[in-house]
Nanobody
Framework: QVQLVESGGGSVQAGGSLRLSCAAS????????MGWFRQAPGKDREFVGG????????YYADSVKGRFTCSRDNAKDTVYLQMNNLKPEDTAVYYC??????????????????WGQGTQVTVSS
């Protein structure tokens, strides 16, 4: 089992920045590719970005490419999502998730086996 806890959410104005953290515990968390998803009110949960177990590969949804950056510190069992130039449409609950894959960064929810509880991000115009 892997336990994931997100933090760092909050309220910012458009154009601002936030950094989300996802702390992992339990089984060897550094062996998992990690993903970030988000769910806005009334919408399905969607893939935002992800990072391979080594941190050498990342992949992003087109809607956040160039604004969001995934990184990880395996020594701290923590994954980060740096979000810059935030827009009102980025408002959502953000979730981190762990995949059993090492390198492949899945974009589908079913590819991830462990999920955090989510953290709210609100961007005002």
């Amino acid at each position: 089992q892997v336990q994931l806890v997100e933090s760092g959410g909050g309220s910012v104005q458009a154009g601002g920045s936030l950094r989300l953290s996802c702390a992992a515990s339990g089984r060897t968390s550094s062996s998992y590719a990690m993903g970030w998803f988000r769910q806005a009110p009334g919408k399905d949960r969607e893939f935002v970005g992800g990072i391979s177990w080594s941190g050498g590969s990342t992949y992003y949804a087109d809607s956040v490419k160039g604004r969001f950056t995934c990184s990880r510190d395996n020594a701290k069992d923590t994954v980060y999502l740096q979000m810059n130039n935030l827009k009102p449409e980025d408002t959502a609950v953000y979730y981190c998730a762990a995949s059993a894959a090492l390198v492949r960064i899945g974009i589908l929810e079913r590819e991830y086996h462990y999920w955090g509880q989510g953290t709210q991000v609100t961007v005002s115009s």
